[in-house]
């Protein structure tokens, strides 16, 4: 998901800042700190690997654990609250996300790994909804309150967690992204179309930037 009205600030203190930003997400998802993180490019919205469905993590390799801080430099850097790894064109279930809203706030990083949905609450909540994947773009999703979720985390054990609020809405949102779902599949046709004819004006545009 986009995370709107936050930019980082340019300049040196910008970088010294985010490098120990970049060393406590490490640190807090549990994953060995490399200096040298990638910033991945965003695939954008109309794509044919946004609507394939990811397939399932075997185990934790070297190579998931490096795609894990990728995603969360990616998202980090976007900026965003959550990021699917077929955004970045790597067709497994895993999503990474922080939703911490404070600006200066310790950051809050999650790595699920083959995450699953294991009770949703009756209660249902709409939140204005952005994808890094259709930039500019938002729309009203109305999607249960409060749900659990279940996933392996990258020290190969399943870890459990209720989420509400945001965090409930960012979760069933990069949920969807494993499935080849987005959040314009939950809007009506015709604003769909529209999002989506914008989406391939842009990318022509900036093809030919
Ligand atoms: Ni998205």
């Given amino acids: 998901m986009k995370r709107s009205k936050i930019k980082r600030r340019a300049g040196d203190e910008a970088q010294i800042t985010a490098r120990i930003f970049d060393a406590a997400i490490a640190l807090r998802s549990g994953i ?10 965003i695939i954008i919205h109309p794509d044919p690997r946004l609507k394939k469905t990811a397939a399932p993590i075997a185990e934790v390799t070297p190579a998931i654990e490096r795609l894990a801080e990728d995603m969360l430099e990616t998202m980090y850097d976007a ?3 959550g990021l699917a790894a077929p955004q970045i064109g ?7 996300m922080d939703c911490v809203k404070e600006e200066g706030a310790a950051p809050a990083p999650l790595v699920l790994l083959n995450p699953v949905i294991t009770w949703v609450s009756e209660a249902l909540s709409t939140y204005e909804e952005g994808c890094l994947s259709i930039p500019e773009h938002y729309g009203h999703v ?3 309150a409060e749900i659990d979720m279940q996933w392996m985390g990258l020290d190969g054990k399943t870890h459990a967690q ?12 990069e949920l969807d992204h494993l499935n080849g779902k987005l959040f314009i ?3 009506k046709p015709m604003r769909r179309q529209l999002i989506t004819r914008k989406m391939q004006k842009f990318k022509r545009e900036q093809a030919r930037s």
């Fill in 79 to 81: 900026p965003g609250i």
């Fill in 32 to 41: 060995e700190y490399h200096t040298v993180m990638t910033i991945r490019p």
């Fill in 142 to 144: 109305e999607r249960p």
């Fill in 162 to 173: 209720r989420f509400d609020g945001l965090w409930a809405t960012c979760a069933q949102h």
């Fill in 90 to 96: 790597v067709m497994s279930r895993v999503f990474v």
């Fill in 185 to 187: 599949d939950y809007l």
